[in-house]
């Protein structure tokens, strides 16, 4: 009963590093970014993706260190460093590891906090893309971290562009995931997340209450690191390895992905256009969907090729989900795989706004699965969730 819904639906501070040395070479980007930044700011709302009249790609620097093992018959791995201030940082805490590890470096100028989302995402993936195409960076290594508000930015990115990134680390700072259902269905498959906060960081409840566990539920590949006495700071070298050994150590399931997934993968030396990217999805969801157990993911992908690709693939897409709803069985599918993944989804969302302390917007997320699913098993624990949730709020305001 629920089939047509679903188908219609669319460095400033520095904790204990060492080993700084020389500073890695400062570049310029050579020309825009190939990647959809449009896309990748979508999360931060309606008019996001605005820049400033005279935005020029070739005016950007930033910080570039090149492994010195670097040759260009293999693809390498990369950690691309986001400030929050309009320095390049980073550095001083992740040579001992690039150098050692044999990873490249960069970190964009003039893309801190004070800079509009918009233009901030833009300089971040035109340095990404500038440095793709110079070198053979491996998408399956590439790793987007930051801190504070760089790392509130690396959650963002790397989980709009899932297919791009291996892992993000973000340093003191989170941020959610938004966007087509695809896009969580991606993460699981490929992306690992290691959330880093300190001690006594003002920001380590929304790492260890919030997002951490919120993770897990939603059974993305995610570790939590509290690096004992530490503040609101980047955390020392040794702390940073163990969490890059981390993430490196999921490689061998993001090249299985890739192999199961070819539609969906990324060569190093490739950055399909829009219409190109939704033309792969729209392959790669109707590869899901010859597979029974999969035909909730064949339609998200269907789905997230049309915010993806645009009007190159929307009469194909709508002509393909018009032909799934004549299909009694694979509608039946449809309704009974979507509804056990929304359960999953927002279920997960309402407990983790709770645990943060955010019971009005716990609420909200409970009413989604009580309007969906009225009268069902379902619908009425969620009425059941959102009563007890007012009954704490109340409880609090009369405190």
């Known amino acids: 009963m629920f089939a047509t819904r679903w188908l219609m639906a669319a460095g400033l501070a520095l904790g204990g590093a060492s080993f700084a040395l020389a500073q890695p070479a400062e570049r310029k980007v ?51 460093f986001i400030s929050a201030g309009d320095e390049a940082a980073g550095w001083s805490a992740w040579q001992k590891v690039c150098e050692t590890e044999g990873v490249f470096f960069c970190s964009p100028f003039a893309a801190g906090n004070n800079v509009a989302t918009g233009q901030r995402t833009r300089i971040i993936l035109d340095v990404l893309d500038d440095v793709r195409r110079a070198y053979r960076i491996d998408p399956d290594q590439t ?22 990134i291996g892992g993000v ?20 498959d490929r992306v690992s997340v290691a959330f880093v906060t300190g001690e006594k960081d003002f920001n380590r409840k929304e790492n260890e209450e919030y997002m951490a566990p919120w993770f897990k ?20 070298s040794d702390v940073l390895k163990e969490a890059y050994t ?29 219409a190109e990217t939704g033309k792969r999805m729209v392959a790669a969801g109707q590869a899901e969907l010859k597979q029974p157990e999969r035909t909730w993911r064949g339609v998200a992908l269907l789905q997230g090729a049309l915010r993806r690709g645009g009007n190159p693939v929307a009469k194909q897409v709508g002509g393909l989900l018009e032909d799934l709803l004549k299909d009694e069985a694979v509608s039946n599918r449809i309704a009974e795989q979507g ?3 929304e359960e999953l989804s927002v279920s997960a969302q309402a407990r983790a706004l709770e645990r943060f302390g955010q019971l009005g917007k716990a609420i ?14 379902l619908g009425k624990q969620a009425e059941t969730e959102i009563q007890r949730l007012r009954q704490a709020e109340k409880g609090k305001k009369e405190k």
């Open 169 to 188: 680390m973000p340093l003191c700072g989170t941020n959610p995931i938004s966007g087509p259902t695809y896009l969580r269905h991606r993460i699981a």
């Open 30 to 80: 050579a020309a825009p970014t190939r990647l959809d930044w449009e896309f990748a700011v979508q999360g931060f709302g309606a008019g996001a993706a605005k820049l400033p009249a005279g935005y020029d790609s070739t005016k950007q620097r930033y910080q570039l260190f090149v492994p010195k093992q670097y040759k260009a018959g293999q693809a390498w791995p990369l950690v691309l």
């Open 339 to 341: 509804a056990k993944d």
């Open 143 to 164: 790793y987007l971290t930051g801190f504070s508000g760089g790392a509130r930015m690396s959650c963002a990115i790397a989980f709009a562009l899932p297919e791009y």
């Open 246 to 274: 981390w993430l490196k150590d999921d490689l061998p399931r993001r090249r299985a992905d890739a192999k199961a997934h070819p539609d969906l993968a990324i060569a190093s030396e490739e950055a399909p256009n829009k």
């Open 364 to 377: 909200e997320a409970w009413a989604i699965l009580a309007k969906n699913y009225e009268g069902s098993a």
């Open 217 to 236: 539920e939603l059974e993305i590949r995610s570790k939590l690191w509290v690096v004992p006495k530490l503040g609101h700071a980047i955390p020392s």
